[in-house]
Structure formats: C-alpha cells, structure tokens
C-alpha cells in the first residue's frame, strides 16, 4: 500500500467534515447582511474566540513561523511577542470600536471611517486599500494549502487541483452561511491545529534527539549564533525587532477581517474576556519553531525555508499523520481564507460600489453584489496563486505594512476629538506611499528599523500635526442614518 | 530640627497639591487608572522594550534558550496583566460587567 494511498482519504475526509459543517452553519437562518457579515451581533466569548483564533492562526503561522526559526533564526521571535502585545491593545480599542459599530449598525472598517469622519471618498479608498491587500493575504492562504496538501498527500495531489477544490468549498461556504461558517470550520480547524502542532513540536525533536532540551543542547553546539537576534540574517538586530514588534502589534488589529469578528461580539465585554485569554492560544507557537530548529540538524541546505517543516515531517512520521497534518493545514488555510473573501465581498460591494456607482442600492442587493464578489475575489486570487511567480512572504510583508497605516485613522479617530477626514487621508497617503516606496526599493529593513514603523511614525507625525488646527467632531456628527438602538442596548457613550 | 519637619511638611503639603492638578497627568490619575496603565505596559515592557536583557540563550530553562523561555512565560504574565486590568474595570462599573 502507497503511502499517498494511506493519506489521501484522511486529508479529502477531514476537508469534506469542514465544508459540510460549514454550510450546515447558516442552515435555515436567513441571509441578509447583517447576518451574512457580522452574525447579527451575537456571538459570545467561545465563538468570538474561535474566530480571532482562527484568524491569527493561518498557514503563515505553520509554514511561516517554522521556516523563519529555519533559516533567521533569533529574529522570528517576535511572532511570539506581537501577538500578544496586540491583544493588550485589542483590550482597549476593540471594546469602544464594537461599541459605536453597535449603535450606528456597522459592517465593516471602512463603515467605521465614514461613520467618524464623514467622508464617502475617504472611506472608500479605506475600503479599496484593504481589498488591495487582502487579495495577497488571500494568495498565500491558497499557495500554502497548495503546498501543503501536496506534500502530505506524497504527491498524489498536485498543487492546482488542491487549491482549486479548496476554493470552490471556501465560496460554498461562505456563500451559505457567511461568518457563521468560518466560526463552526473553525472548531474543526483549532482542534486539529492544537493536536498537529503538539505532535510535530514534541515528536520530531523527540525523535531525533530524545527530547526538546537536547535538541536545543545540539543546536547551541553547532550554531551558537543563530538562537539570538540578528541570528542568521545580517540586519535584524534589536532596534529592528523592537520596531517590527510595534508595527505588527499594532498593525495587525487593522486588518479589515478583524473588524468583522470584532463586530460580532455580543458585547465589549466579551471582547475583553477574549483579549485576556487569547494570549494563551500563542502557547502553541513555540512548537511549530521547534520543528523549524530540528530541521536545521536534520535537513540542513533546504532551498526554500518554508518547506522546513513538512519535509521534516515526512521524513520522521508514518503516512497516516502526514494525512492528518494535511488536513489540518488544509482548514488552516481555508478558515482564514473564508472570512478573508467575506470581508473583501462586503468592503467591495457595500464601500466602494454603493457610494460612488450606485447610491439608491439596498442593502439586500449590496448583499448579492458582495456574494458574487465573493466568487470573482476566488477567482482572481486563484488565478494569482496558480500563474504568478511573486516572493509570497515579500507580498504578505507588503500587505501587513500597508494596513498598519489604518491605525492612526482609528485609534486617534477613537481618542481625539479633532482628528477629521482631511488629516486622516494625509496622513494615510504619506504613509502607504512611505511604506510602499521603501518595500519596493528593498530599503527594508531601514536604519536598522522596520519601514512599516518607519512609514506609520510618518503617518502619526502628520495626522497629528494637521489635527491640532481642526475643530473638534465625533461620531454624532456624521449620523444621516443613525439606527435606534434596541431595548437593553448598551448606550454607554465611549 | 523643627525646621527639618517643617521641610518635610511642606514637601507633603506640595506633593498634595501636585496630585490634584489636573494638567499633570500621571500624578494626578486616579490609582485605579494608574495601575491599569502599569498593569498593561508591563508586557510591552517586559518583551518588547527590553529585549538587549533578555536576548540570550544561557541560561537554558527547561531545555528552552533563555530568550524563548522569557517570552514564553509572559504569554501566561501578560494573560494576568490582563485579567487584573479587567477586575480593576470589574469594580469600576460593575453593572456593565454582569451584562455579557
């Protein structure tokens, strides 16, 4: 019996149990938007949870994470330390967010702009930019799994059949049943991640050396500068770990998907019990460097870093846990991608088609525009991860250092009464333009700091600036269609 | 002497006044304020500002290199930071917080 004869049914099983669970989600609810986006605003501190989980969790975290531990070493310890300063900061804005999203009924960031500051353009260009970068977050979802499946599976399925298959269940399922969906897949996705990542971050260390201290004992042996920063790499020392920690603890919360799951607490105190405990869930992490490190000892010279551990993998457990460990990185890559599409749907039909070709559109027709947006985002993000040749990890680093420079429109939005459209915008531009410029030119990092803070430094310096002159507003001034909120609402002001 | 407790006095009376001065902000911050805003620097403090102390990798903690270990242990330390900032709201407002 072939291995890939052992493997593939487990990886094609465990996908099959996702879809269904994942259209099975919205089973007999009705649809509409409110629905379809932000799950009527009901979701307590379990679901709440399994979504951020399953946002931060994705296949950048499984190939990624152990594939920096591979080849820079030191310098991928800030995965374990953005994440949760991140959801120190969650535990501040998330609350008052969700708060103003409540009483003026939003459904996605860019809402959240035009409801602050008033201005259709700003928000759509908001919207349009997140769209932009959510498409490359959404190609490395999809060249992950592809890569995934294909090694667990021997290679009996090639990459374009796995991601083709994939996509078309992700559409499915969020056409059905929405955020929902990616809430329920997502407590298939958690327990298999948590169950994989234990059994590669204590097996394979375990197996090759008897335990993860002597792997370590090992690994200070034959390379004693590589397990502290700048480790292998010439230039991510200290000053660029401090500022990388910044940006991305920072930047991270304005990735447009994480207002979504914001928006379907039930109430900011759920979002608060959720910061408190999610920096728990960073416990696993630890395990997938592991592997990255044994892999150094055991498959060293490995040309592309991010294969690290599934090769490793391979080559240590029996054709039955590569199946499972596919599976798993399947959902892992699906989860994710689902609320990806979802919010890209939304920002595009409801942000940026509504206010500037079609301002009579209701919001169940905004719905169907965003649901066929769903299928064409598949599409063309497929097509990308199929035909393009681009550096994956260069377009997710581009992406996360664009988004950062949403935080000053949002936070300062939320603190300072005279922050308004105009400062926002400029400071948006000088910032994207910033990070742009020096991601493109390869100045990254530069001065020993990472650009994204670099550019977002910018960016606060110059709303800030342009701020101090404005007259004070707030949220209530740009209500033309401010909704009655319903009885027991919390109607604490921020 | 008597001028030594004047003195000590008068420091008293001004560190006073300090506090209630609402332009100087840390001073004057309510304790319950102030411990929130030290509970949640605590782990930007602890793993990001000061990485130069703990970058290193002796000595090994339970097989781990010294620096993943100190991060390690403050996802729990940050999760308590948390948690207290969270019961310092609790008794805050406590109405709000028995709404889930």
Known sequence: MTPSFVAMPIIFGIVLIGAVTGIYAGFRREMNLEQWTVAGRGFGLVFVWLLTAGEVYTTFSFLGASGWAYSRGGPTLYILAYQTLSYVVCFFVQPRVWEIARKFRLHTQSDFFRQRYGSERLAALVAIVGVVFIVPYLQLQLTGLGIIVQVASFDAISRPVAISIAFVIVAGFVLSSGIRAVAWVSVLKDLLMLLAALAVGIGVPYHYFGGVGPMFHALVQAKPAHLTMPGSTANMGHSWYISTVLLTGLGGLMWPHNFASTFTAKSGNTLRRNAVIMPMYNLTLPLLFFVGFTAILVSPGLKNADMALLFTVRKTFPPWVLGVIGGAGALTAMVPAAILLLTAGTLFAKNFVRPILAPAMSDDSVARLAKIMVVVITGLAMYLALFSTTSLVGLLLFAYVGVAQFFPGVVLGLYWQRVNATSVLVGLIVGLTISIGLVATKRDPVWGLNAGFVALCANLAVTAAISAFNRKTTFRDHSPGEVAVGAGAQTRSA | ?100
């Open chain 2, 1 to 100: 002497m008597g001028c030594d407790q004047q003195r000590s006095l008068f420091v008293i009376a001004f560190a006073r006044k300090l506090a209630y001065r609402p332009s100087l902000p840390f001073i004057a911050m309510k304790p319950r304020k102030l411990l929130t805003l030290v509970l949640a620097s605590l782990p930007f403090l602890a793993i990001c500002l000061s990485v130069p102390l703990w970058d290193r990798v002796y000595p090994l903690v339970f097989g781990l290199p010294f620096n993943m270990f100190w991060l390690v242990l403050w996802m729990p330390l940050s999760s308590l930071c948390m948690w207290g900032v969270y019961r310092l709201r609790k008794t805050a407002a406590p109405d709000e917080v028995s709404e889930r």
